[in-house]
Each structure stands twice: as C-alpha cells, then as structure tokens.
C-alpha cells in the first residue's frame, strides 16, 4: 500500500491508452503487487482502467466508477473528459484522479491516538461524538450509566479538559478554554 495518501492521477487517450500517469495512481491499481515487479505499467494501467474504472459506451461517451478498493482502503474515482469540445469525433483525454475516502471512525482513531485512550473509552468517545446521552451510550455498550460517566472523566483527564463538549471540541480542532494543551493542536 502507498505510504502516502497522495492522489492518484491518470490521464489517457480516448481509446483509455495511458498518456501520463503518477506512482501513487501505479500503487493503489497494483496493491498488493509492488509497482517495480509490473514490466508494462501502461499494459496493465489500460487494462485496469477498462475493466474497474470507466467504461465506454458504444456512442463513445465515458462512465466511470464511483469507488475503488485496493485492500482495505477504498478510493473515490473522479473522471474528466478535457482537451476537446463534445462535438469533434472522439479527439479527447480523459483525466482520473483516485482520492482516499477515510471513514469517520478511521480519522476519529487517529486524532485519538495522542491522547492513549482505551479501546472502551475510544468507543465511548466514538457514541458521545455521535451525540448520544450517557445511558444512550451505556445501553449501546451494555454497561452502567456510572462506568460511562468513571470513562468521560479518564477521558476528560487524559484529553486536559473539563467538559464532555470539550472532549468534542479537543476532536474537532477548537481551542479550548485555560488549561489545555495547545501543543497537539498547534
């Protein structure tokens, strides 16, 4: 998998012949191969394309794919038709950009991390970020209304704030009131 969360682009001709392309575009089609074991990178990029990212109507008009995974990641796929007006016979690039879709739960995880919560208090965080109550949340997690108030406190504590919105606050980047450790944010 690509180290990086770089976009993929590729751009090719009206016959899905690649023109020019970036190594994270190469990665995320090849995943799990690695991109030095591919001897012809454009080969198989074209037969990607054609096969999980556009397809070509009869009338020559382009449909591409809304989503493509490459193992656990998923990827938005975007096309672009460019270099021509509708109206010349099929003289035309196509521009796909492949963008990391991160879910909610992913990015929540990793702004936690600084903060070494439990896996029983992420989940809580996770509930409370949600907008549930307290016994909302201990229904969901079938614990006590206390064990998911001794949790917020930890929370609270670990996080340097004070407030249940402030852990919300701490999440979303807003600064938050005397105190707090404005390291992590800055």
Known sequence: MPGSDSPGFILVDSDLEPIAFN????????????????????????EKIGSRLLQVNGDGKVKCGKE????IRRYQVRAFRCGARETEDRKHCIAILLE??????SFLGETL?????????????????????????ADRLNISTNTVKAFLRLVMVKMNVSTRSGIVGRII???????ARGDLWN
Do not use: C, N, W
């Open 173 to 179: 980047g807003q600064p938050v009131a005397s105190g």
């Open 100 to 105: 990391r879709q991160i879910s909610f739960k």
């Open 23 to 46: 190594s994270a575009a190469l990665q995320i089609l090849a995943y799990p191969t690695l991109i030095d074991q591919i001897q012809q990178q454009s080969a198989f990029l074209k």
């Open 113 to 137: 991390q600084p903060f070494h919560l439990t896996p029983r208090e992420l989940q809580t965080v996770m509930l409370l970020v949600e907008g549930l109550t307290s016994k909302e949340i």
């Open 68 to 71: 493509y995974r490459s193992g």
